[in-house]
């Protein structure tokens, strides 16, 4: 049997490299361009391409490509034609469940830090501007008792939903916004009982804070638009942990300027890794670089499935942890 050849377009953590070394030659090419990227996978050279969400796998150089499979680094496939890849018989595979929890950890992170103003005071404090406690100084929004609306009620909203009944918080959820799909008491399993489906719009309306958890589509493609932005309260904030066009920056810019809603905490920009020139001024913007999954556990955990994802597809096997079309 040839020896198989990983290609792998970041440096990922142990165990995934040791893992790959075992069953093959592994080259890890940190930073290569689209252009560099077509050249790899089109060029013979690899059996499996283990990608990063940021490497975007069109129909077109699916068409081209020469490798057996692709195992994206990350739950989210956005960045692959999983239908065009079907289509050229290349295996494609995640790494769902093992994030869960941790980007869930960083979506309260980002609902506490811009309903309190974390980034503002702390950039006040930094500024050698405090001085002394005032009832007026740096208030925020309250957490508990208020209603969280939740769009997309996966795995990663529910561990939100758990997250936001600790604090004290009403919880309501859309499933499939825009429009909607009625989730069973078993579906929702521990959940049911404690928190309330509604319409999209009523979502919009009535929540106190909005966080997104739906997945890259057409439908979802600036499903936060300068509509809704308008039709959520005046003290609400959004918290956006899933995809970046998800939401319109440039509406969402607007939005926080004029006061429209109270803050938004974000973790995925639109154009990654440019981020809206406007958002970085306003100090109602809480803002990440994309660190949903970075807990050091989380990270080996997805560098095992990925490279497990690998090797079966470079072997022709079934990947463990496929994405389905
Ligand atoms: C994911 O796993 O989809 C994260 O957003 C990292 O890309």
Redesign the pocket.
Known sequence: MSTLRFLVTQQIPEPGPSILRDAGDVEIRSGMSAEELREAVTGGEYDVALS???DAFSAELLGEARIRGIA??????NNIDVAAAAQHGIAVG??PDV?DDA?ANLAVLLLLGAARRAHEASEFLRAARFEGLRPGLLVGQDVTGATLGIAGMGRIGKAVARRALGFGMTVQFTQRPPHDRVVSDEELGELAGHVTQVPWDELVATSDYLSLHVPLTEQTTHLVDADVLRRMKSTAVLVN???GPVVDEKALVHALREGQIFAAGLD?FENEPAVEPGLLELPNAFLLP?I??AEAGTRAG?ARMAAENAVAMARGEKPPYPVEV
């Open positions: 990063q969400t940021s994206n680094y990350g739950v989210g496939y995640n790494t994030l980007t942990t899933a995809r995925v994309h949903g999954s997805m």
